[in-house]
């Protein structure tokens, strides 16, 4: 929806192409299979399951809650450019008893109830603490709860409460670091808010080269021992692409060779960094393999090699899990339109950094 005029223009006359094609008699999936530009769909000659209502977007749930069975829309535009609906089959939506729904219900009446009584302890938090003055017994008093003192901690670590960046970040703001006021109350968990004040700020300050020489020293070791982990990798991946086997390097190596099948973009017991750069890899031809190299957790290295891609099967899938893979793959596009146009803005608008408000 967001392409220029002639992009839409010319997406519409080739919707109305393949509308007359159908028209002619043509078959809806062979065309789908060849010319859709949804790669979600187009395997399954663009079938997407059963669809519940309020599940589309409204111009194409009311174009498809007009057609009859067998009958083709003419072309639909919505966010995602234009479409052709072929309605397939009509299925009432079947009503669930009371016994069916009891267990979700309870589960839901319950959650209601503890949100309600979440929005009354935070109000009665909110209250108190405005008629605190410099102590957080008051508010401990009125809810029954405690008042406790943390270990000095930072901006980016602290132990026991301070754990939660939430935590961290109301105590270093404005009101409690500098105006020394009880902050607002802070939710940690779903039964479970806090209330902070300060007690202590002490500036940070170097420290002293003695204190900090075996964090140095480790640093050094970790950073050699590192680009020595990277030199031994890329000459096995040298040795793999010069005809010697995963088996051979490994054996004189020490290491291990594991095998993966069919494994997802989101396969589970896998390291992620190794998935991600697997799925960076292009597809190899029948056959054939592709190598390649990636750094895993434990800074230590895996050679890989990917012997074959096989397309996800969208038929595999029902109309929820179908509809939340295209809700994700509208964020991810959306992220990648957002960065582009923050790309460009940058390139082409003079930016002045203040560094002493940073």
């Known amino acids: 929806a967001g392409a220029d005029a002639a992009t839409q223009k010319s997406a519409l006359q080739k919707a109305e192409t393949l509308a007359a094609e159908l028209a002619a008699g043509k078959d809806f999936a062979e065309l789908a299979k060849a010319s859709s530009a949804d790669a979600g769909t187009r395997a399954a000659g663009g079938d997407l399951g059963w669809i519940e209502a309020g599940i589309m977007e409204p111009a194409f749930e009311q174009a498809l809650l007009a057609l009859k069975p067998g009958e083709v829309s003419a072309p639909v535009r919505t966010e995602q450019g234009y479409h052709l609906i072929l309605l397939r089959e009509v299925k009432p ?41 410099g102590t957080l017994e008051p508010l401990a008093k009125a809810i029954g709860g405690t008042v406790q003192t943390t270990p000095l901690f930072s901006q980016d670590v602290g132990f026991g409460i301070a754990m939660f960046p939430e935590i961290r970040a109301a105590a270093f703001s404005l009101e409690v670091k500098t105006d020394g006021l009880s902050s607002e109350p802070i939710e940690v968990s779903k039964d479970r808010m806090v209330v902070i004040r300060l007690a202590q700020h002490k500036p940070a300050t170097p420290r002293a080269f003695d204190a900090v020489k075996p964090e140095v020293h480790a640093l050094l070791l970790s950073e050699r021992q590192q680009k020595a982990n990277r030199e031994a990798a890329d000459a096995a991946l040298k040795r793999l692409l010069g005809g010697e086997t995963l088996e051979a390097i490994a054996a004189s190596l020490g290491a291990t060779v594991s095998e993966g099948k069919a494994v997802g973009r989101q396969g589970l017991n896998q390291d992620r960094q190794l998935l991600a750069e697997v799925f960076k890899m292009p597809r190899p031809q029948a056959g054939g393999t592709i190598h390649g190299l990636a750094e895993v957790a434990g800074k230590k290295f895996a050679l890989l090699e990917l012997q074959a891609v096989h397309d996800a099967d969208p038929k595999a899938l029902d109309a929820a899990a179908q509809t939340a893979v295209r809700d994700q793959l509208r964020q991810d596009l959306s992220a990648l339109e957002s960065a582009a146009l923050r790309k460009a803005l940058r390139a082409r608008t003079k930016i002045e950094v203040n560094e002493d408000r940073l």
């Not at 979700?104 to 209601?112: D, I, V």
């Not at 009354?120 to 405005?130: E, H, I, N, S």
């Open 93 to 133: 939506a079947a009503t669930k008893s009371f016994e069916e729904v009891r267990a979700q219900l309870e589960t839901e009446f319950a959650q209601e109830q503890h949100n309600e009584k979440l929005a009354d302890l935070q109000d009665k938090l909110f209250t108190v603490a405005d008629q605190a003055n």
